[in-house]
């Protein structure tokens, strides 16, 4: 009966979410390409290849995740020579980073619509060897379609925020029939650990690894230089102090442009680069410089300005290489929004960050910046405007900020490998 109403609940919701489906599909390029994946229907060169078995599965939502995934594929390969792999992720942008990263032997796929017949058809057709989910995913139709099939399913980075917590507790005649069926739970955190057991999971099978994102790829692949080529093609000089928005969400541009202005008195040469978490909202990002009258290059369209106040990067893949040439950052998602976004990827490059009061999804990982005194983070625009201005006139103190913050990403590194010493026996 509980399966029964959660599958009646998916297919009406998935009918009610359709029509934002379709507006994302005509907004959004490439979200509508390999649509018909997620009903598990592959062109045949896909096909046959998923279908050779025994691959190793790893899902991951979006970019975060992806990210994880690909250096789970690294230590698991560094392990196991002998494995192979395929990717699925949910979004289209996640799916273009995977798709630019990715060894091009491992297929890369769009996740499978949850309800049981297309369930049944994908763990049919990739047999895999085992299913690694990254961070809180928890879809019932697969994870019991492989179990029934024998395949371990492991929870890897998982997580599970005080908010979402809340929403799962409503559902706990569902997580406690759903979560003995994994194998193992590799979380981030105590609090982690202590909410997936709360809502079901076997105490025995949830491990505290610490976040996988430390370990995330070190900075010097050569992404200052392509940052600094891209800057110079748009009229900014090499020597101008860069603030930088990563991963902005809606409303967070508008404090962001807002403090350039202010801020122009104190630092007279600053510039501000804004990489909107979202691409195509660069239309309403656009709408928002051009009414404060500021000269903006779009990197989707690179047209050369003489001495421009903003570079729009509307573009994907590319925030971690402008992180490694900026002077200051604020990352998203955390001022105007709730959850935050990751803060380790700039601090691993060793650069001061700002970030609002609201990052509920690195509860985890928050703290470890807090006590070594390698964060900024304020309560609202004028704190931000304020802290900006602090690092900005004071390159020393910045810098300084920067040094901690990547002496945590260094002295936090390692979950990962030991996440993957863990997971071997479950492949055999």
């Not at 005509?26 to 025994?54: D, I, K, S, V």
């Not at 992720?89 to 630019?100: D, E, I, N, P, W």
């Not at 989910?133 to 024998?150: D, F, H, V």
């Given at each position: 009966?509980?399966?029964?109403?959660?599958?009646?609940?998916?297919?009406?919701?998935?009918?009610?979410?359709?029509?934002?489906?379709?507006?994302?599909?005509?907004?959004?390029?490439?979200?509508?390409?390999?649509?018909?994946?997620?009903?598990?229907?592959?062109?045949?060169?896909?096909?046959?290849?998923?279908?050779?078995?025994?691959?190793?599965?790893?899902?991951a939502v979006s970019v975060g995740e992806v990210g994880v995934a690909l250096r789970l594929i690294h230590e698991l390969r560094a392990a196991r020579p002998d494995l192979r792999f395929v990717l699925?992720?949910?979004?289209?942008?996640?799916?273009?980073?995977?798709?630019?990263?990715l060894d091009p032997a491992i297929p890369l796929i769009y996740f499978p619509l949850d309800v049981p017949p297309v369930s049944r058809r994908v763990v049919r057709l990739i047999r895999p060897r085992a299913l690694l989910?990254?961070?809180?995913?928890?879809?019932?139709?697969?994870?019991?379609?492989?179990?029934?099939?024998?395949v371990p399913v492991a929870m890897i980075n998982a997580r599970i925020s005080a908010h979402s917590f809340g929403g799962y507790r409503l559902l706990r005649f569902l997580t406690r029939q759903l979560l003995p069926q994994f194998s193992a739970f590799y979380a981030q955190g105590q609090p982690d650990a202590d909410r997936l057991i709360a809502l079901g999971a076997p105490a025995g099978r949830?491990?505290?690894?610490?976040?996988?994102?430390?370990?995330?790829?070190?900075?010097?692949?050569?992404?200052?230089?392509?940052?600094?080529?891209?800057?110079?093609?748009?009229?900014?000089a090499a020597t101008r102090p860069l603030l930088l928005g990563g991963s902005t969400w809606d409303g967070e541009e508008a404090v962001l442009l807002d403090t350039l202005s202010a801020l122009r008195p104190l630092v007279p040469e600053l510039a501000l680069v804004l990489v909107p978490r979202h691409a195509e909202r660069r239309t309403e990002v656009l709408r928002e410089i051009e009414?404060?009258?500021?000269?903006?290059?779009?990197?989707?369209?690179?047209?050369?300005?003489?001495?421009?106040?903003?570079?729009?990067?509307?573009?994907?893949?590319?925030?971690?290489?402008?992180?490694?040439?900026?002077?200051?950052?604020?990352?998203?998602?955390?001022?105007?929004?709730?959850?935050?976004?990751?803060?380790?990827?700039?601090?691993?490059?060793?650069?001061?960050?700002?970030?609002?009061?609201?990052?509920?999804?690195?509860?985890?990982?928050?703290?470890?910046?807090?006590?070594?005194?390698?964060?900024?983070?304020?309560?609202?625009?004028a704190g931000l405007r304020a802290a900006a201005a602090r690092l900005l006139q004071d390159p020393a103190a910045a810098q300084a900020l920067g040094t901690r913050a990547a002496a945590v990403v260094s002295a936090k590194s390692g979950a990962l490998h030991a996440t993957v010493q863990q997971i071997l026996p479950l492949l055999g």
């Open positions: 009966m509980i399966w029964w109403l959660y599958n009646l609940g998916f297919v009406l919701g998935f009918a009610l979410m359709l029509p934002r489906f379709l507006w994302r599909m005509a907004r959004r390029g490439g979200y509508a390409r390999n649509f018909l994946q997620r009903f598990g229907r592959y062109a045949p060169e896909t096909r046959a290849r998923l279908a050779e078995g025994g691959r190793v599965w790893i899902h699925s992720t949910t979004t289209s942008t996640g799916h273009a980073v995977a798709q630019k990263q989910l990254i961070e809180n995913e928890m879809w019932p139709n697969l994870i019991r379609t492989a179990r029934k099939q024998g949830v491990h505290v690894m610490g976040s996988a994102k430390y370990d995330l790829a070190p900075a010097g692949d050569g992404g200052a230089d392509k940052a600094r080529a891209a800057l110079a093609a748009a009229g900014f009414t404060r009258q500021l000269s903006v290059v779009c990197r989707s369209a690179m047209q050369k300005l003489e001495h421009p106040d903003v570079l729009l990067v509307d573009t994907t893949g590319e925030l971690r290489n402008f992180y490694e040439v900026a002077n200051v950052i604020f990352v998203g998602k955390s001022l105007t929004q709730h959850g935050g976004q990751n803060i380790i990827e700039p601090a691993a490059c060793a650069k001061p960050v700002i970030v609002g009061p609201n990052m509920e999804n690195f509860e985890s990982i928050v703290p470890d910046f807090r006590a070594a005194q390698a964060l900024v983070q304020v309560a609202d625009a």
